[in-house]
């Protein structure tokens, strides 16, 4: 039993050494995409949402709480790519992201926020409720494009 | 400075209507798009009322009022140098309509909006909202439009600020009515400026325009007002 327990505990701490490892090891070309798909995605499922808030689409409840539930695991996932390593690369991201990371994270965590609460109100399938934190969020979204990203 | 001793009619109601609904929208566009979030809906609605209203004063600049139309106030330099001239010198610089300078800043202003609420038709804003016409557009081409329609905004205030300053200077150093005259259509004149015999187009061929301008707009966006 003791013995069991040891393995697991070093095949865990390999694997979270391994995990570790390659994003330190990955390549900042790498680290662009994984940010640039996260952020691909997010719009994806974004965007009808907002197209449900205009009227553009009809409203459905259950697509909306399926997408904000999939937007809270993808907001978390763009940060990740934001290595110092990639500030050579050639992408939109303004040299701020770098000189300012402080604000550029905080512009970060502001977004997961919001998408969290959004998340939240989903699930209770209340339009106006919905709308009202989706142009919460939309707004928490453009306030870091408009600071770190170029146009 | 000779006194202004003549009120002269100058802008017919179209044109004064034009101006001030025209100012309102584009302080709302400016401010809705600042706002973002679910503004964003109602910054797009503005910029297809704004978009018709630049319709209808190209449209009004053939075949409205005298003093509305492009033909009476376009000068060539000489004319526009003689004006800054005389509007630099201590002698009064009335005019009946658009002064020379005036008269191509209304051109800048109308290309400005109209390069303004044209690319905002294609623009995207990589969040959730997009123009009417981005369907028909790639990406990239999308991408290119919004990135004019960002630039043109800095280049649009400039010349807002620019139109507002020489009203400020006309008003407060030369004297002239000019707000005022936005409001009522009257201007003073002295005696010596040269009123040209001036026609007034019918308020109801405006609302016409306007209404075609309209359609026009709808027809292209495909949305309701």
């Known amino acids: 039993m003791k013995k069991k327990m040891v393995m697991i505990a070093v095949v865990a701490a390999l694997g979270a050494g391994a995990s570790f490892q390659a994003a330190a090891q990955a390549k900042p070309e790498q680290l662009v995409k994984q940010r640039q798909s996260a952020m691909v995605l997010i719009g994806w499922y974004f965007g009808p949402i907002g197209a449900m808030m205009r009227g553009d689409r009809p409203f459905d409840a259950a697509v909306v709480a399926r997408n904000a539930g999939y937007l809270e695991v993808l907001s978390k996932l763009p940060a990740e790519g934001f290595q110092p390593s990639t500030k050579d690369e050639k992408t939109k991201a303004k040299p701020e992201v770098w000189s300012d990371k402080a604000k550029f994270d905080k512009a970060m965590e502001n977004m997961q926020g919001e998408i969290g609460k959004l998340a939240q109100v989903a699930k209770g399938g209340d339009m106006g409720a919905i709308k009202t934190q989706f142009g919460a969020t939309g707004k928490s979204c453009a306030a870091c494009h408009d600071d770190f990203r170029m146009k | ?225």
């Open chain 2, 1 to 225: 400075m000779s006194e202004p001793t003549r009120a002269v009619k100058v802008w017919d109601l179209p044109v004064r209507l034009f101006h001030w609904l025209l100012v309102a929208l584009f302080l709302f566009s400016l401010l809705s798009g600042k706002m973002k979030g679910n503004w964003m809906e109602w910054h797009m609605y503005s910029g297809f009322a704004i978009l018709a209203l630049v319709i209808f004063r190209i449209l009004w600049g053939f075949a409205g009022s005298t003093h509305a139309r492009f033909s009476s106030f376009l000068a060539g330099p000489g004319a526009c140098l003689r004006f800054a001239k005389r509007l630099l010198s201590k002698a009064p610089a009335y005019v009946a309509g658009h002064n020379p300078i005036g008269g191509w800043m209304v051109i800048i202003l109308l290309l400005s909006l109209l390069l303004q609420a044209g690319t905002g038709l294609f623009a995207n804003d990589d969040i959730s909202i997009e123009g009417p016409l981005y369907k028909f557009v790639s990406k990239e081409m999308s991408d290119r439009l919004t990135a004019i329609h960002y630039y043109n905004f800095n280049v649009m205030v400039f010349f807002v600020f620019t139109h507002v300053a020489a009203v400020v200077f006309h008003v407060f150093v030369k004297k002239e009515n000019l707000v005022s005259a936005m409001f009522t259509g009257t201007r003073n004149l002295d005696a010596a400026t040269e009123v040209p015999a001036a026609r007034f187009a019918s308020s109801w061929l405006a609302l016409i325009l306007f209404a075609l301008a309209l359609v026009a707009v709808y027809l292209v966006v495909k949305r309701p007002f």
